[in-house]
Structure formats: structure tokens, C-alpha cells
């Protein structure tokens, strides 16, 4: 990646071919192939004070480390340190407008900072020329190889690193400056949209994890509003069962409210099968959704010595390791699949709504429960047996459990419009980053 060429037999009308490294590419007559090194007037390094001399934290420098810089800008902090704290370490000023870049643990993460700020010895703060370049448009091209610097570049079998000389010979794309700032202008647009949606995103979850917390256990009234809140506190299980919950509902153990036992995923991760059977695993799952795309496949042979654990439509998954308590439900695409140690089926019975059981795992008075007998000093895991005992509030009328599954399905569906939104603007974003800093596609610079 570091041996630049040209060649001057191009592979379509108006570009150039460069090899960058094993790679060749066309680009556009105009621009240029350089190093970060030739567009850069300094680069600077950074250090961490001492962490356990109070003197020299709480003061009123921004600090940061590798691990939370994110670009494209970066207007964040890890810490504050004191002006004795700088000067006392190998800490050091970076300018606001700088890129940071992260040369150890994480390597490549990249933004240019909204602010001056001190940086760890993680970083490497790199001031620009910008007679010659567009900051933002350096950040943005650093961001596209992003993947690509930290295959070539990482070095270490504990802690990965970069050195200065690889960081300043990494190879630049350049386009003339207009045309960089063009660029800059529309990447900047998606990405504005992208935090916009963030944003309400957030706010949607708010909102949903509001309903789903009212709603559970207050229940809904036979006049559809929200039932008063009761005076209590459920904590562990006796407490629950002595709880005031609304009239018509009743505690019951998660085991009492399904068809068949709680039962443990037991498929055991091994060589992808391309077209074989989908199997969940704890990583697949989130708060917010469960992956469908990329699962891994074993085999049918495989599968049926493990139908135990197979899941069907409608049927829960939860993680009872690591993200222990994180529970979704089983979609069409997945009848039929299985789950890896690490997860769970939960089988519902006709005594409770599939949906109503799903929103009761997530609410907070569940959600406490939970962690109240999950146990663990490497990971966090809850035994089948506890969780099979964890109890679960709800009505006794499906009709009424019914009517909360509606409210908090119509917050979910907006949820899940809103990240459906999101996934297009960053797949939208992927392109144009390709187009652009290709030169595939040009702007115009006016």
C-alpha cells in the first residue's frame, strides 16, 4: 500500500492507472497519488498523566483515547485533565481541526476534532496544510480505507499498533481542492441525515421504553387508559407475588406460562454451511433487533441431532449468557432454524400472548428479576433453572394483554421504520464514499 506508480495507458478515457500497494487503480487525469506525510506540517503525539495523582485529572483540558474517537467529527472527550496534568506527562495540544488517528489498540479509528484537545499515546494528532488540503476530505478518504489500514497496518499479538513511518506514508487519493471540498459538502449532507435519524431514533426508544414501563405491570384499563400506578417496588419473587397488581392479573413463573420446558440452545458453532440451517447466537443478538443477514448454517444432519433446540415462528430466543436477559422473537425467515449455547426457546402457551410475553421480558420489573439471579465472574449467565423461576406479571384476560401488545407494537413499528431508514442512509452512504473517493463518479466543484 505504500508503493505508489502511474502508468500512463488508462483503462477508460480521462483516468490514469495507479498502483497503490497490490492494488491498481483508475483515477481521474486531475487528481494526484500522494502521502499523508507530503500534505501534513506536523504530527503529534500524545501521553496519559499519571492516574493516580489527583492533582493532575478534573481540570478543564479536554483528553481523549483511541477507544472513543469517531469520525467523521469528533467534538468529544474521555476526560479532563489539569494544566499540571499536561505538562507533566507526554500529553500533549492538538489544534482544533486536526485529524486524530489511532495508531495502538484501535487501530484507524479517525475524526477530526472540533476542538483542541489532549490525546493519549494511542493517538496521533496530524495538522494538515490546507493550502493543499481539504482536512474534512482527508478524514472522509481515511474513513473509506479505514478497514484496509487496520488489515495492512496492525501490528502486535496483544496490543495491536501502527508506526509513525506507515501512518505518514499512507497513500492519499487527491483530488484538486475545489473538488475535495465538493466532496466534503456531499458527504457531509448523508451524514447530517444519518445523525438527524440517530436522534430520533433515540427519542423513539425513549418513547417505547416509556409505554412498555407504564403499561407493565399497570395494565390497561376496559376503557383503554393506562390503569394507576400501584404502590410497590416488585424486586425478587415473593416480593412480586405480594406486589399490588391490577385487578384480573396474576404472577406466574416464566415455566408456568409455557407449552413446554424452557429449553437450552445447544447447537454447537462449526464450519459454515452455506446453505444450511440458520442458527442464533448470543452475538446475533441486541437490544434493538436480531440479525437475520450473515447467520451462521450448519448442517441438516447436524440440525436434527439438535431438533431440541430448533425454534418456530411466533417462539421467543433469549440470551442467557453474556447479554443475558436480551430476548426477540422468532421471525418467518428463521422457522425451522436453531440456536448455539447461550440462548433459549421459550414456548408460550395459550394462557398468554406471544407478543404481550415478549414486551413483560423487557420491561423493567422482568428485567430486574433477571439480573437478580444472574450470576458470573468472566461473563454474565442465568441457569435454565433460574430462568424458568423468574416471574412474569400479566392479565389474565388475553383481551387486555392484547390491547398493550397493540400500543407497544405501534412504537415498535416506528422503531423499526426509523432503523429500516437508518440501514438505507449508511447503505447510501457506503456508495457515495466508493463513487467519490474513487473517482468513479465526479462532482461538479462549482
Partial sequence: MSQIS????????????VQIGPEKLAIPKEWTV???????????????????NEDYWGGSIPWTTCAV???????????????????????????EGSILFGTRVNVANVGR?????AISQDLTGIVLDEERVDPDFVTWYLLFNQSKIRDRYSQGSTIQGMITSDLKSLPLLLPPLSEQRRIVEVLSKIEEQIQQTNKIIDRTEDIERGLLNDF????????????????????????????KIPSGWEVSSLQELCQEDVTYGIVQAGPHVEDGIPYIKTGDMTDGELKLEGLSRTSSEIAEDYSRSEIREGELVIAIRATVGVVHQVPPELDGGNLTQGTA??????????????????????????????????????????????????????KEQ??????????????????????????VKR????????????VNPE
Avoid at 476534532?113 to 484537545?117: C, L, P, V
Avoid at 437478580?372 to 388475553?398: C, D, M, Q
Avoid at 392484547?402 to 447503505?427: F, G, P, Q, W
Wanted: glycine letters at 8%.
Fill in 6 to 17: 502511474s502508468d500512463s495507458n488508462p483503462s477508460r478515457e480521462g483516468h490514469q492507472i
Fill in 34 to 52: 500522494t502521502t499523508i506525510d507530503e500534505v501534513a506540517s506536523r504530527f503529534i503525539s500524545g501521553g496519559t498523566p499519571d492516574s493516580d
Fill in 69 to 95: 474517537v469517531e469520525g467523521p467529527q469528533f467534538d468529544g472527550e474521555k476526560d479532563f485533565i489539569t494544566k499540571k496534568g499536561l505538562e507533566s506527562s507526554s500529553a500533549s495540544l492538538v489544534p
Fill in 113 to 117: 476534532t472540533t476542538k483542541e484537545i
Fill in 216 to 243: 407493565i405491570p399497570r395494565g390497561i384499563s376496559e376503557q383503554g387508559k393506562l390503569r394507576p400506578s400501584p404502590n410497590s417496588n416488585p424486586g425478587l419473587y415473593d416480593e412480586v407475588r405480594r406486589c
Fill in 345 to 398: 426457546r421459550i414456548s408460550p402457551d395459550d394462557s398468554i400472548d406471544n407478543r404481550y410475553l415478549l414486551w413483560a421480558i423487557r420491561s423493567n420489573v422482568v428485567q430486574s428479576l433477571i439480573d437478580a439471579r444472574t450470576k458470573g465472574s468472566t461473563f454474565n449467565e442465568i441457569t435454565l433453572g433460574a430462568l424458568r423461576k423468574v416471574p412474569i406479571p400479566h392479565p389474565t384476560s388475553l
Fill in 402 to 427: 392484547k390491547k398493550i401488545t397493540e400500543r407497544l407494537d405501534s412504537a415498535s413499528k416506528k422503531l423499526d421504520e426509523e432503523r429500516s431508514y437508518m440501514r438505507e442512509l449508511k447503505n
Fill in 431 to 442: 456508495g457515495l464514499m466508493q463513487d467519490l473517493l474513487t473517482g468513479k463518479v465526479r
